[in-house]
């Protein structure tokens, strides 16, 4: 929450000052057009070293398909229990992609780069998220921009409203302005449960909501 206070310095008496509080609410309807989801990479192997260059080769072809960022990973010891003894049974890596696009096709065309990273194929396990439709940031903050000075410039139209009503003078002692939530209007997300390697589908897009509220306090005298 912001707070804008505008101070004036009063040349009359405030005997008959009376003061007036308001609430508005702003919304603006924007439709993504990115979507976004991470792939989860786990490798099983007794030599660490191999597990590193799968890594290593996965987050060098992923970057080249300039959607997927992060590429972190971790490489821990496995153990088995056997005759209640813990055995030392090789390591186990993992790797996570966030992705964000446009087009499927691009999402696929990863998936096909991280099956390559594997000589072997077929050891390295993927695991897709559900892809969902997002606000790109700079969409977003434009948005809240705009539903900011509307909001600001509702103070003024609702002052000069508030002088005529009253044959008063008022002016604006406060605005509070609330940050901007985003809605999703009935949005569904595609969470897949066939093989991550089959083709991808795009979730149904759905108009997202920005809402931004604001409270004011008037003084007219």
Not at 85 to 95: A, H, L, M
């Amino acid at each position: 929450m912001r707070r804008i206070v505008f101070l004036f310095i009063a040349g009359l008496s405030l005997l008959n000052a009376f003061e007036i509080q308001k609430h508005g609410e702003f919304v603006k309807e924007i439709e993504p057009d990115i979507m976004s989801t991470s792939i989860r990479a786990v490798f099983e192997d007794k030599n660490k070293l191999e597990i590193q260059n799968v890594f290593e080769k996965a987050i060098k072809e992923t970057k080249n398909e300039n959607i997927c960022t992060n590429g972190s990973y971790r490489i821990s010891p496995n153990y088995d229990y056997i005759d209640k003894k813990r055995v030392f049974s090789g390591y186990r890596g993992e790797i996570l992609f966030e992705c964000k696009f446009q087009d499927s096709k691009k999402l696929d065309l990863v998936i096909s780069k991280l099956d390559e990273a594997d000589d072997k194929r077929g050891r390295l396990k993927l695991t897709l998220n559900p892809i969902r439709w997002i606000v790109d940031e700079k969409v977003q903050m434009q948005a809240d921009k705009e539903l900011e000075l509307k909001a600001l410039y509702y103070a003024k139209e609702y002052r000069t409203f508030l002088s005529g009503v009253y044959a008063s003078k008022c002016k604006i002692k406060e605005v509070l302005l609330n940050n901007a939530n985003i809605f999703t209007n009935n949005q569904r997300e595609y969470a897949t449960t066939a093989d991550i390697r089959s083709k991808t589908t795009a979730p149904i897009k759905s108009t997202h909501i920005i809402k931004y509220s604001a409270s004011y306090k008037f003084e007219c005298r």
